[in-house]
């Protein structure tokens, strides 16, 4: 869920759907840790156009889902003279991104913040009349806390600091110098990022390093996720260069050389008034072209044009489309394909999604005993707490809380422990707030508290996950007018889901095309 988004290797995947010819392999990509060439920054967007000579207002596209990834493929369509209908089941845009203001409290229940991974962010936030609004974070949120022993360590972010950090002791820091002579496995696309890590780094960076951010960044467990399918940098690194550490250096130097490519260190941005202002703009700019409250049930063929019935209430209406593009989460999409796609339901419903609750607390600043001088913390699964990490969100960015007040998200469950969700009552919520208040030195209670639960909160890319990839892409190819996409393909960062958006735009336009 990216609540710790990183800019480096450990950013969750940000390779896109390859061309469906091309066997879902790995790449020879030169820019192993940075963009997709077709992402380059020298690329004009304002050429964008799908097909100049066709009258592209005849051609129907729906789109189910009115989350960041259907919003942003629909503005692209939209822009381009194409008839776009988006399909949300709610009464608001933005799906996970949702953002309430109460007693003085910005409160976002879903992201807090994205990275600025692509020019594609800038380029919507421009068109849609937002820049004004747009905010980064402060500098002091460059600096990440892991829990070790009851201790915040700062995640170590040069050589020396390594040498000096407490979060690893002498032996794991010796153990990193064996990685450079370390070889391949043979196991490939079937690793877990567990498997991976350890061989190559060693038990304790896998449990004081990768595995809180793992929490932080899928509500993941390392030991089911697929180190191929959620952190291809990561794998890539191995399968290019032989070794992470070689492949970070050879990598930085062949970016370097190519100057036009490199990768300008993401910034973190959000919104003056939260992250749903984002999908709340494009939602303006589309107008009536949303139907909320539309409840997308059943899918189905008819001729060349496809049939979407919808329900609201127990009134129900049909929408004709050309092409239909599904963004909603795969076990939404199990539900609305009719019988014949059989296989794929059984791909869809077999992607994981762990449940999450969000803790939303506000403290008077004064009760905080610890500094706040960095993004908020995570905590390994060793160190046995009751929740994955915490944010402190009114450090990160202003506008989050009154200036007396200091506020912080807490995520709890996830595919770590989702079974703390399961009989949940009233003393988990008192036995997080009573363990999150000892870590920040706190001495009184929370004066605001609110929380959301997410049953089904982030598509976890497990073990295997290559085979779902694998069947969407020959699922597309055999139900031509049909495209797939959403956080489960391609990325779950809200950037991946931008970047994707632009990809499905293009994929879809190359359909048309070849009509
Ligand atoms: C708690 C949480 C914290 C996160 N934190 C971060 C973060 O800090 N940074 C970051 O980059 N990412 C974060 N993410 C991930 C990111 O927010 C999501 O991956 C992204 O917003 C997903 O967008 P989407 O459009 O693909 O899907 P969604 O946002 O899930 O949108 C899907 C839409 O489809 C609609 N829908 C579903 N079924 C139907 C139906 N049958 N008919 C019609 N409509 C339907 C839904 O109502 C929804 O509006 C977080 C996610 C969560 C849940």
């Not at 595995?211 to 990561?234: M, R, T």
């Amino acid at each position: 869920m990216v609540i710790f988004p990183m800019s480096g290797v450990l950013s969750p995947r940000r390779r896109l759907y390859p061309p469906a010819c091309r066997p879902y392999g790995l790449e020879a990509e030169p820019e192993a840790a940075g963009f997709h060439p077709r992402h380059s920054l020298n690329r004009d967007y304002s050429k964008r156009t799908c097909k100049e000579e066709m009258d592209k207002g005849t051609i129907k596209i729906t789109i189910l889902g009115a989350g960041i990834s259907g919003l942003a493929t629909a503005f692209w369509l939209h822009q381009d003279g194409f008839d776009v209908t988006v399909l949300e089941s709610k009464n608001e845009p933005g799906g996970s991104m949702v953002t309430r203001h109460e007693d003085g409290f910005l409160i976002d229940y879903g992201p807090n913040s994205g990275l600025e991974t692509t020019p594609l962010i800038g380029k919507i936030v421009a068109a849609v009349g937002l820049e004004d609004e747009m905010i980064y974070a402060d500098e002091k949120a460059d600096k990440r806390y892991v829990l070790r022993n009851n201790q915040l360590h700062a995640l170590p972010t040069s050589p020396a600091a390594f040498l000096k950090t407490k979060l690893f002791t002498p032996k794991a820091k010796l153990r990193l110098l064996a990685e450079p002579f370390l070889g391949k496995s043979e196991e490939g696309y079937y690793q877990s990022v567990s498997e991976f890590v350890k061989r190559r780094l060693g038990r304790e960076f896998l449990d004081y390093a990768i595995n809180p951010f793992v929490a932080g960044i899928f509500a993941g467990n390392p030991d089911n996720l697929s180190v191929k399918s959620a952190f291809p940098k990561l794998y890539r690194l191995e399968e290019l260069y032989g070794g992470l550490f070689k492949g970070l250096i050879l990598g930085a130097r062949e970016r370097k050389k190519r100057a036009e490519q490199s990768k300008q260190s993401a910034r973190m941005f959000s919104f003056k008034k939260g992250m749903q202002s984002f999908p709340e703009a494009i939602a303006d700019k589309l107008g009536d072209k949303i139907k909320y409250n539309c409840n997308v049930e059943k899918v189905a063929k008819s001729g060349t044009k496809f049939k979407i019935l919808c329900k609201n209430a127990d009134k129900s209406k049909e929408f004709v489309a050309d092409i239909m593009l599904s963004t909603v989460p795969a076990y939404q999409a199990a539900a609305v394909f009719d019988d014949k796609a059989n296989k794929l339901v059984g791909h869809l419903d077999q992607i994981y999604y762990p449940p999450v609750k969000m803790l939303y607390l506000g403290f008077r600043q004064e009760a905080v005993g610890r500094p706040l001088d960095g993004f908020g913390f995570l905590i390994p699964a060793k160190e046995n707490k009751k929740f994955l990490g915490a944010i402190w969100n009114s450090t990160i960015f202003p506008y989050r809380a009154k200036s007396d007040m200091a506020a912080f998200t807490l995520f709890i469950g996830g595919a770590r422990s989702p079974e703390l969700l399961d009989n949940e009552n009233d003393k988990l919520i008192d036995n997080v707030i009573k363990e999150f208040k000892e870590i920040m030195h706190i001495n009184s209670d929370p004066v605001f508290i609110k929380e959301k639960m997410w049953p089904k909160a982030i598509p976890q890319y497990s073990l295997g996950y290559i085979e779902h990839e694998r069947y969407f892409e020959k699922f597309e190819a055999d139900n031509p007018g049909i495209f797939l996409s959403g956080n489960y393909r391609g990325g779950i960062s809200v950037g991946d889901c931008i970047k994707n958006s632009e990809l499905t735009y293009q994929r879809i336009c190359e359909y048309i095309k070849q009509k």
